[in-house]
């Protein structure tokens, strides 16, 4: 009777050439989810053009006035925030820096080489709720 061999992965050679991608849209993702979730930013600004692209779905909100771009184990980010008038735009700096690379290093396993954060603007709550409200009943006209 012959004896039927199965085929052994001790057998194998190590596999060498694995790897793990992140793509920059993720790193943005991350960022925007974190970044929107500190007191005092009221909202991201994007640019005009990813204002259209968002309009047709090809960016999502929470990328929104994020940009990356991951090189090698390291990803670069700037971001583009409103903040409300009379928030300390260094404590608020300072919150994303570590909130932003921490949360970023554990998703990913990649480290933050740099943040640019960038004020684009500071307004009120209400002034950026009347806003907000205004831009919505233009978008659907």
């Known amino acids: 009777m ?15 050439n694995d790897i793990l991608i992140i793509d920059d849209a993720v790193i943005e993702k991350i960022a925007g989810v974190v970044t929107r979730s500190i007191d005092g930013i009221l909202d991201m600004k994007g640019s005009l053009m990813s204002g259209f692209a968002s309009s047709l779905g090809a960016v999502s909100k929470s990328s929104k006035g994020i940009t ?17 008038y009379g928030a300390s735009a260094p ?34 709550r209400e002034e950026f709720e009347r806003d907000s409200k205004k831009a919505a009943q233009q978008a659907q006209q």
Not at 68 to 84: N, Q, R
Not at 93 to 116: A, C, P, Q, S, W
């Open 91 to 124: 404590l608020i700096f300072d919150k994303v820096k570590n909130e932003v690379r921490r949360e970023v290093r554990d998703m990913t396993g990649l480290d933050v080489r740099d943040i640019n954060f960038r004020v684009v603007d500071v307004m009120t």
């Open 2 to 16: 012959s004896e039927q061999q199965t085929p052994s992965t001790t057998n194998l050679p190590p596999q060498d």
């Open 68 to 84: 990356a771009s991951v090189d090698g184990a390291a990803a670069s980010i700037e971001i583009k925030a409103i903040l409300e």
